[in-house]
């Protein structure tokens, strides 16, 4: 396959799986009967055995899972990275249930700032100055939401942090994304399923009774988590992290949407001039990324320039020599 069309094809996996996160709240909304942490938990449970029938189909070795076993610290690290994403998957489940999606869609579009917050106070990262004006436009529209919303936008901080601090986290595991989703689903497989066993126990469960389509759609949550996932995996082998950036955009905006035209969901001006000046940072913090992208792939070109006239130059000197020689 040509590089032009394994990067169309990484565009078209890339724009599959951020459209499919985007439009998440849909699927949510049609099980808005059933309580969120009983979605969550059927999210979980209906995870695992999807996630184990994709690596089937795609005939992935399991050497990984033993070695994750026999490996005290990365499976610790699992564990959190689990945790994180259950509380991740939960407020955004529930945020659908209660009609706050444009506050679910302000979380991840901060989500990059906050990541970047991260890298700082916890890896120590130095910033340059258009990233330092970006997280700053960010605070200002925290600071501009909390009066919008008249409390601290408790539920944007929260998934972008959890959501920021779980691909921290992921990045130390050494688990690919396929890999990484599976572990997640194993050690939330035991806990989810006897939440439900307890629910079904105490005639609470939705399962079995708002009949078959309900039940379907409680099933197709596993499906509906690991599909996005395995795209995304596949796009990011295909294109540029920097195009996989931009992509990641998509989502949030895509909920945005439907938070505003699908749900009805109230903006009030000042909450318009939150999201304005997060989008804003957004802006400067992507010119800054392609810039520094620019900058760099022609620093790397003009070392390969002079790394070839180098290797020009020795290989003249060689035949000249040789040709010296009696």
């Known amino acids: 396959m040509s590089s032009t069309s394994e990067t169309r094809t990484g565009l078209l996996y890339g724009f599959a799986a951020y459209g499919m996160w985007g439009l998440l709240p849909l699927y949510w909304h049609l099980l808005h009967s059933t309580p969120a942490a009983e979605v969550m938990a059927h999210r979980m449970v209906w995870s695992l055995p999807t996630a184990a029938l994709i690596l089937l189909l795609l005939r992935r070795r399991w050497a990984w899972l033993p070695a994750l076993l026999r490996n005290p610290r990365q499976l610790a690290l699992v564990a959190v990275s689990a945790t994180l994403i259950s509380v991740n998957w939960y407020l955004f489940i529930w945020s659908v249930s209660q009609e706050r999606v444009l506050e679910a869609s302000l979380g991840y579009f901060i989500n990059p700032l906050v990541t970047i917050a991260i890298g700082v106070l916890v890896l120590r990262?130095?910033?340059?100055?258009?990233?330092?004006?970006?997280?700053?436009?960010?605070?200002?529209?925290?600071?501009?939401?909390?009066?919008?919303?008249?409390?601290?936008?408790?539920?944007?901080l929260t998934l972008a942090g959890t959501f920021a601090t779980y691909s921290l986290v992921k990045k130390q595991t050494r688990l690919d994304g396929l890999e990484g989703f599976s572990a997640d689903s194993l050690l939330q497989f035991?806990?989810?399923?006897?939440?439900?066993?307890?629910?079904?126990?105490?005639?609470?469960?939705?399962?079995?009774?708002?009949?078959?389509?309900?039940?379907?759609?409680?099933?197709?949550?596993?499906?509906?988590?690991?599909?996005?996932?395995?795209?995304?995996?596949?796009?990011?082998?295909?294109?540029?992290?920097?195009?996989?950036?931009?992509?990641?955009?998509?989502?949030?905006?895509?909920?945005?949407?439907?938070?505003?035209?699908?749900?009805?969901?109230?903006?009030?001006?000042?909450?318009?001039?939150?999201?304005?000046?997060?989008?804003?940072?957004?802006?400067?913090?992507?010119?800054?990324?392609?810039?520094?992208?620019?900058?760099?792939?022609?620093?790397?070109?003009?070392?390969?320039?002079?790394?070839?006239?180098?290797?020009?130059?020795?290989?003249?000197?060689?035949?000249?020599?040789?040709?010296?020689?009696?």
């Open 125 to 156: 990262e130095r910033l340059r100055p258009m990233q330092w004006a970006a997280v700053g436009i960010g605070a200002l529209a925290v600071v501009v939401m909390a009066f919008a919303y008249g409390q601290v936008p408790w539920i944007s």
């Open 190 to 326: 035991l806990p989810a399923l006897g939440f439900l066993l307890l629910l079904g126990g105490r005639g609470d469960s939705t399962f079995t009774s708002e009949g078959l389509p309900h039940a379907l759609l409680l099933a197709g949550a596993g499906l509906a988590t690991a599909l996005p996932l395995i795209l995304f995996g596949a796009a990011t082998m295909r294109v540029p992290l920097s195009t996989v950036g931009l992509l990641q955009y998509l989502a949030p905006t895509f909920m945005f949407l439907l938070g505003l035209l699908a749900f009805g969901e109230h903006m009030p001006p000042e909450r318009w001039a939150g999201f304005l000046l997060v989008w804003l940072a957004l802006c400067v913090l992507t010119f800054d990324a392609l810039r520094t992208a620019r900058r760099n792939r022609a620093v790397l070109r003009e070392a390969a320039r002079r790394n070839r006239a180098a290797d020009a130059h020795a290989s003249t000197s060689v035949r000249e020599l040789a040709g010296d020689l009696p």
